[in-house]
T-cell receptor
Framework: GAGVSQTPSNKVTEKGKYVELRCDPISGHTALYWYRQSLGQGPEFLIYFQGTGAADDSGLPNDRFFAVRPEGSVSTLKIQRTERGDSAVYLC??????????????FGPGTRLLVL | QKEVEQNSGPLSVPEGAIASLNCTYSDRVSQSFFWYRQYSGKSPELIMSIYSNGDKEDGRFTAQLNKASQYVSLLIRDSQPSDSATYLCASATGSARQLTFGSGTQLTVLP
């Protein structure tokens, strides 16, 4: 079946603008995660959804970042007043939601965000 | 302070050799450990997961976990040029689902 998909694959924006990044998880997966990966670093956790609710948003760096998953499937990561330091690859992952910390997380191809 | 530490490399091995990748973690409540492979410009792909002390083998890959030493390793036997990638070590604690990643080790297998 289809894997995790993310759109757009690349996004170039200007400092101060608003951006939305979309993630479509594997069908049937109730858990969805957002990570951010800077060059030469491992992915850094941002937020985790179980169903429609944000179960853990402790990784969001500040209140410019917000994410929603209104119907428990597709999720949108929203970044207000973008800054050059927000430039990174934003990765979405999903898992079955059934096995806690032992679940395999499947990653999407990522959205490469560049803030000029 | 980074909770998962990896030698960033780069690590180079000749084709057919054993590649050894190491990882240490600081959070004693970490219970689950994962090795992901990431090709340049691509997303991470799970190679191995390990939850109990000891060794776990899957084809050419062996993961080793020592919770007392807070140490995880990945051995790749009969290394192939197609194994050249960055290998990311990650941990998860109990029911918490978020993964904490190391910075990755870049592996190059020379033909």
């Amino acid at each position: 079946g289809a894997g995790v998909s993310q759109t757009p694959s690349n996004k170039v924006t200007e400092k101060g603008k608003y951006v939305e990044l979309r993630c479509d998880p594997i069908s049937g997966h109730t858990a969805l995660y957002w990570y951010r990966q800077s060059l030469g670093q491992g992915p850094e956790f941002l937020i985790y959804f179980q169903g429609t609710g944000a179960a853990d948003d402790s990784g969001l760096p500040n209140d410019r970042f917000f994410a929603v998953r209104p119907e428990g499937s597709v999720s949108t990561l929203k970044i207000q007043r973008t800054e050059r330091g927000d430039s990174a690859v934003y990765l979405c992952a999903s898992s079955s939601g059934l096995a806690g910390g032992q679940e395999t997380q499947y990653f999407g191809p990522g959205t490469r965000l560049l803030v000029l | 302070q980074k909770e998962v530490e990896q030698n960033s490399g780069p690590l180079s091995v000749p084709e057919g050799a054993i590649a050894s990748l190491n990882c240490t973690y600081s959070d004693r409540v970490s219970q689950s450990f994962f090795w992901y492979r990431q090709y340049s410009g691509k997303s991470p792909e799970l190679i191995m997961s390990i939850y109990s002390n000891g060794d776990k083998e899957d084809g050419r890959f062996t993961a080793q976990l020592n919770k007392a030493s807070q140490y995880v390793s990945l051995l790749i036997r009969d290394s192939q040029p197609s194994d050249s990638a960055t290998y990311l070590c990650a941990s998860a604690t109990g029911s918490a689902r978020q993964l904490t990643f190391g910075s990755g080790t870049q592996l190059t297998v020379l033909p």
